[in-house]
């Protein structure tokens, strides 16, 4: 370490960068096993908790009765339904709701990026919904269109829009002249910039925006559940809190937190095959 | 023949102080114009006007008699900074006008390798852009404003970001492509010896506001183009007369 540190002062600025890289290195390849190491730690205090009945099983169920409960109900189910079907209820409700939101918040974000009147009139709708809590809408959608599978969705549906349309219109603003410029010198009509130029180069931006919308969703969902569903992990948790089940509620809260991670995973993984070119050029 | 003309062109932005004022500047197919002047004296706003993406306070932009009323393929522009389409290959980006056109997804590919063979990149139509180089990224903005036909070629100090070998590489180049093509080429330089290696004629602008003090017509890229050594050219006694006294006009000095 002392010697990498006198390298880096002797040596000539640019041969001194690669030095410092490797340590940069070396403090992140740390990280992963600090992490391991913290999870771990947390498992083993609470397996000694649960063991040694410090707290009563019915506010903390052992590790090992939650795992045991994950197996049980991905088999037999609770409340007439197995994990994976509340999954798939869950997946089910959040999806449409992207897709909706989508296709509402994109054409949205457009309008706010590329024009005054657009921006005027969304700029202000977008900056009232935004800070509004799920919950807070939650009894108004309930009254205007009642318990069915659509209000749910639409709770979920409004929760997604603005993150999207702000990343969007970001993106859209962010258009460098040059590159509009280049298009419209090559013969370019206004909707062909939009195809060919503005949808590309906001692209990377409105994928965050998707990313973000995701995770906003997705923790909107329990709330949107509680709207008398008959399936979804929501759900699923809400009836397993009112039999005090309390082993079901921690697992399935740890399904929604593993589905969270999975979902940031693939929507990188998403960016890395859609906009590969992002950051690059 | 055609010919881009900027006919008493005044400019100021958004009512501030005039920019450009009351400046003439004709271009002609098979022309080789070089705009030099100091930092600030409005030789981008000179091309944007030419391209059509700012409009004249006062004044007329003229194709062949009829008013320019915006950009146009037939005036391609090759940009300081590239200006790539990062999510299309290098093939496509070439091709990006003829795809604008409507024109087949076959030809097309043919239009980008000629286009990339003309500028010294043959095969590399299928690397995404963000795997080239700088110097190789000049090219291809090259390659695209030329797979346009264009008629007249714009260029804002597109050699600016290289490093001094790439960018005699591609003063080479550049007069190659002018001599192969039937296009007027307008180029922005700050280099001194780009301008006159490159010129048939050479455009001296100066500040407060923006103007045209000086028009120097030059053949040194004839003689480079008719087998003369470059190296030969920059070292003759001509040359570097021309040198000066182009030095004396972009710094408003009396002649020695
Ligand atoms: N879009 C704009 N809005 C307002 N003023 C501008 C704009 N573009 C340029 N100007 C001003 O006009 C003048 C000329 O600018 P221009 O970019 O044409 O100069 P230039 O000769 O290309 O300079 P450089 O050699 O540094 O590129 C400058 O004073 C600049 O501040
Ligand atoms: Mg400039």
């Known amino acids: ?281 | 023949m055609p010919h881009l003309t900027l006919d008493s062109i005044s400019l100021s932005y958004d009512g501030g102080a005039p920019v450009l004022a009351n400046v003439s500047l004709g271009l002609r197919s098979g022309e080789f114009v070089v705009v030099v002047g100091r930092s600030g004296c409005g030789k981008t706003s000179l091309l944007n006007l030419a391209a059509g993406f700012v409009t004249p306070t006062s004044g007329r932009v003229l194709v062949d008699d009829a008013a320019v009323k915006g950009p146009g393929a037939d005036r391609a522009v090759v940009f300081q900074d590239d200006a790539l389409f990062p999510w299309l290959s290098t093939a496509e980006n070439v091709a990006f006008g003829p795809r604008l056109a409507g024109i087949g997804a076959a030809e097309r590919r043919r239009i980008a390798d000629e286009r990339l063979a003309i500028v010294g990149l043959p095969g590399l139509g299928d690397r995404p852009i963000w795997r080239l180089s700088g110097g190789q990224r000049q090219r291809v903005g090259l390659a695209r404003a030329l797979a346009a036909n264009p008629t007249f070629l714009l260029m804002d100090e597109p050699l600016g970001a290289l490093d001094a070998m790439t960018r005699e590489a591609m003063q080479e180049l550049l007069l190659d492509v002018w001599g192969r093509t039937q296009a007027g080429f307008l180029l922005i330089t700050h280099g001194v010896e780009e301008a006159l290696f490159l010129a048939t004629r050479i455009v001296v602008m100066a500040p407060g506001p923006g103007r045209i003090v000086r028009t120097l017509a030059v053949d040194f890229g004839k003689r480079r183009l008719a087998g003369e050594s470059a190296r030969a050219i920059k070292a003759s006694a001509d040359f570097v007369a021309a040198r000066e006294s182009l030095l004396d006009a972009i710094f408003e000095r009396e002649a020695a």
């Open chain 1, 1 to 281: 370490m002392s010697l990498d540190l006198a390298e880096a002062v002797l040596a000539p600025a640019d041969q001194a960068a690669p030095a410092k890289e490797t340590t940069t290195r070396t403090k992140r390849s740390i990280v992963p096993i600090v992490t391991a190491l913290t999870l771990a730690l947390l498992l083993g205090a609470w397996q000694v908790a649960a063991t040694l009945k410090l707290v009563s099983p019915v506010f903390l169920p052992a590790p090992i009765d939650v795992a045991h409960q994950f197996v049980t109900v991905a088999r037999d189910g609770f409340v007439d339904a197995t994990l994976l079907q509340h999954l798939l209820a869950s997946l089910g409700r959040v999806f449409a709701a992207l897709l909706a939101a989508t296709l509402v918040a994109v054409p949205i974000g457009f309008a706010i990026g590329s024009s005054p009147i657009g921006r005027g009139i969304f700029d202000p709708l977008i900056e009232i919904l935004r800070p509004i809590p799920p919950l807070a809408y939650l009894p108004l959608v309930i009254i205007w269109f009642g318990i069915s599978e659509p209000s749910k969705i639409l709770i979920i549906g409004i929760a997604m829009l603005a993150p999207i349309v702000i990343a969007t219109a970001t993106g859209v603003k962010g258009v460098a002249t040059d590159r509009l410029n280049a298009a419209r010198a090559l013969g370019a009509t206004k909707a062909q910039l939009l195809r060919h130029v503005v949808l590309p180069s906001a692209l990377p931006s409105i994928l965050v925006g998707i990313r973000i919308a995701l995770g906003t969703g997705w923790s909107t969902l329990v709330a949107a559940e509680l709207v008398a569903a008959s399936r979804g992990l929501g759900f699923m948790i809400q009836s397993a809190a009112q039999f005090l089940v309390t082993d079901v509620v921690i697992m399935g809260i740890l399904v929604i937190a593993a589905v969270a991670f999975a979902f940031e995973a693939a929507i990188r993984l998403l960016e890395r095959w859609l906009v590969p070119w992002a950051g690059k050029a």
